[in-house]
């Protein structure tokens, strides 16, 4: 008897050697420029600024990140955050993201989706929702094993 003859329709196994690795797009010039213009405002006038951004790029993580982190409670931040969580979800998968594997601190594409994932933690922890905010902080540590609380600014 003879072997089946090759099967030139079968692609290559790639090996590779970890973890994937996800890297979110960087936001539109427009949007970067009118978020960094916005925090250049004087006090209250830079969270309204941050607000129209996020109005008018309701897609932003770092619009989404900046507005929990001038919120004026901390109901309102976990609200933020959130949204800019679910929304970081969404811009992952679309960016091929399998529901695991690592999203670097490193990219600075990246870091709105971790600001705001950070931000989730410890404002979930200031409201009484502390295995919600053990969960984020277990993500944070499980997407970039580097991770460093600090990076962010929001409370440990």
Partial sequence: MSPPPPDHDVSPVRLTTGLPETVIPEESASCRGELAAALELPGERRRHG??????????????????????????????CFRVGYHRGLDVLRR??????GLV?????????????????????????????????????????????????????
């Fill in 104 to 156: 670097r601190w490193e990219y600075p594409s990246n870091r709105g989706f971790l600001r705001c994932l950070d931000g989730l933690r410890s404002s979930a922890g200031a409201i009484g929702e502390h295995e919600e905010e053990e969960r984020c902080a277990q993500f944070l540590r499980q997407l970039d094993p580097a991770w460093r609380p600090d990076w962010t600014g929001f409370p440990s």
């Fill in 95 to 100: 960016s091929g993201w399998k529901g695991s």
């Fill in 50 to 79: 941050v607000s129209d951004v996020v109005r008018a790029h309701p897609g932003s993580l770092d619009a989404w990140a900046a507005l929990g982190g001038l919120a004026r409670d901390d109901v309102e931040a976990y609200a």
